[in-house]
């Protein structure tokens, strides 16, 4: 009784290190990855419609004011700027 | 054979017009619907009979409590879980809603972008109402003009943070609808494929394009996750840079 009362604690011992070395690692990697790809679609679709959305303000201003290509282009490039700071917070809070 | 846009008709079940408005009830609606209800239902049966050791329904709603909390303890700290409410009843929805898409027969109403823009201009509205009561619409106005920049280049600065801060609910619900739509539109012709190839080779170059499909719809599930997860953490990222104003 008591001899198999130590083997049943020997082997579920053994089973729970390796279980949970395992488990540990996988969760910790699939985590990671979650993340990577989250930041990923994260990071392209900042890029894209930050640049759309000051195209946008660009064209409506020039609507308003029948100034066709001026404030489409001042927005375009005030569009792109966006973009690139909002890539560079993303990547500065990445370190935090 | 039909288009593989052709899922995403919206199609009236109960039509109803009050005085020239159309707000009968569509297909979407209905998938809406039915997301709540198994949702509610998931909520309820897990948490009807509360033990010490507990069921197996039951953990799986304290590990959806838990998820959220951590999320929002990790981005906002814990003067934000006032919001997990909030931020858990959006991640389940439009969780469940994404899942539910994945059935045969079903309607995937995350794949529409007036859908997913209302919720994110939600979200952006609330955002910035809950920056103005806590901080003052002052201090709220210089969140645009970042500390210790120069005057000239103010000028520069303020127009593009303003565009920054417009594309946000934009970007929130494109990405959202652009990835569901892309995903079941790419099953819908990968489907096509198999269909094609496996009447006009006797089965078996269908063979390759069904492997695919059955990758792409493993994917399409691990996407339709992710995406409730990015928008959850974004919407906590909001609610935390309204919070702590920098």
Known sequence: MNDERKSFQQRLASHKKKTNSNNLNSKKNSKQNINALGLGFKLATDFVVTIVVGCLIGLGIDKLFETKPTFFLIFLFLGIAGAFLNIYRTVLNLNK | MASPLAQFE????????????NISLTNSALAMIFTAAIILLFLFLGLRN???????????????????????KDNIGKEGLKYLPFVMTLFLFILIGNLFGMLPYSFTW?????????????????VTFIAIFKHGLIKFLGFFAPAGVPKLMLFLLIPIEIISYIS??????????????????LLKVIGGFVFVLAANSFIIGGIIPLAFLIALTGLEIVIAFLQAYVFAILTCLYINDAIHLH
């Open chain 2, 168 to 185: 946000r609910p934009i970007s929130l619900s494109v990405r959202l609808f652009a990835n569901m739509m892309a995903g079941h539109t």
């Open chain 2, 110 to 126: 995350t794949s529409h972008i007036i859908v997913t823009f209302a919720i994110s201009f939600f979200i952006f509205l609330s």
């Open chain 2, 10 to 21: 919206i199609k009236e079940i109960i039509p109803i017009v009050v005085s020239n408005y």
């Open chain 2, 50 to 72: 509360l033990n010490i050791v507990p069921s197996k329904l039951q953990v799986a709603v304290e590990l959806s409590y838990e998820f959220i909390a951590g999320m929002i």
